[in-house]
């Protein structure tokens, strides 16, 4: 079975930083896209940060750029997001979310359709 398991998550002032992990199990820990979202009370979900199993860059939402990074842990299968520069707009429930084993639908690394697992989340909270 399956499974995303986020923590990290917390409550910080503006300005401050959080690292959010993502540990993975039930599946080969092998080259698949693997995603960053959020969603905040009345809002949609969006994408903030992925990366490809294997590679050192990843790819981030404009809103982020420059704030977070998004890095992977092979030995522990596991992949994190360093936030920084943390603001109230931050605010939100984060995913982390996994696509298919080899499987690039061709929508792009910041598209919720790329990703068919997902976790439960985790609550970030940032006061100003």
């Known amino acids: 079975q399956v499974r995303l398991m986020e923590s990290g998550g917390g409550s910080v002032q503006a300005g401050g930083s959080l690292t959010l992990s993502c540990a993975t199990s039930g599946y080969t820990y092998s080259r698949r896209l693997m995603g960053w979202f959020r969603r905040a009370p009345g809002n949609e979900r969006e994408a903030v940060a992925a990366?490809?199993?294997?590679?050192?860059?990843?790819y981030y939402a404009d809103s982020v750029n420059g704030r977070f990074t998004i890095s992977q842990d092979n030995a522990k299968k596991s992949v994190s997001l360093h936030m920084t520069g943390l603001k109230p707009e931050d605010t939100a429930m984060y995913y982390c979310?996994?696509?298919?084993?080899?499987?690039?639908?061709?929508?792009?690394?910041?598209?919720?359709?790329?990703?068919?697992?997902w976790g439960q989340g985790t609550q970030v909270t940032v006061s100003s």
């Open positions: 990366i490809w199993i294997g590679d050192r860059s990843g």
């Open positions: 979310a996994a696509g298919p084993d080899e499987v690039d639908y061709g929508l792009g690394p910041l598209s919720e359709y790329e990703y068919v697992y």
